[in-house]
């Protein structure tokens, strides 16, 4: 059993562990609403846009430099001390809209990647990628359902990450999965109905 451990982590590479356990310390984090947690996300990003785009998953890199300008956001964002901390929710039309943007915006990425690139799955690149970064948005906000776009993310992200030979971040995706369940919960607690969310 250990054997089988450690034949596959040796199939990763050490910056792609390094790499999960910054996105793990970031996750565990984010859900006690640590602000040190885009510490974590910044350089755990920085080291999986290389491991993205050495694998031809370029919308993913795209994704990560996204996630380092967002981990800089969050960090700043979150020093406040104020009304806007707090944890938020979204009607439904703000997350009919939102879906309706991910969905356009992965339909015309996907088709530019698949007429004008080697990219590997370039609509579902284009999908995880563009729900990110809504959801990422939702989380530098606050926004309580971001954790169940996560849910949904990272399922369809194990999959992408097999295929791509990136066993270690499909683990760490189904972990996620869980501390995305987790995080929702966790959130819940603290969420506080106002007239102005």
């Not at 596959?8 to 999960?20: D, V």
């Amino acid at each position: 059993m250990l054997d089988q451990l450690l034949s596959f982590f040796q199939l990763g590479s050490l910056t792609e562990f390094i790499a999960m356990l910054l996105a793990v310390a970031y996750l565990l984090l984010a859900i006690k609403q640590h602000r040190s947690c885009w510490f974590a996300a910044f350089f755990s990003t920085a080291l999986y846009t290389y491991i993205f785009w050495d694998v031809s998953l370029f919308m993913e890199a795209a994704l990560n430099i996204f996630y380092m300008v967002m981990a800089v956001y969050g960090w700043w964002h979150w020093q406040k001390d104020d009304q806007s901390l707090r944890v938020k929710r979204w009607d439904k039309v703000q997350h009919i809209k939102a879906m309706l943007l991910v969905l356009a915006l992965s339909l015309f990425s996907g088709g530019m990647l698949d007429a004008n690139t080697t990219a590997a799955l370039p609509y579902l690149d284009s999908f995880t990628t563009w729900a990110s970064v809504i959801a990422t948005f939702m989380v530098a906000n606050k926004i309580l359902e971001n954790w169940l776009y996560w849910i949904v993310i990272d399922a369809v992200s194990i999959y992408l990450y097999l295929d791509r030979g990136l066993q270690i971040t499909a683990l760490l995706f189904v972990f996620y999965v869980g501390l995305a369940i987790l995080g929702y919960f966790q959130w819940v607690k603290t969420y506080k109905p106002s007239s102005t969310s």
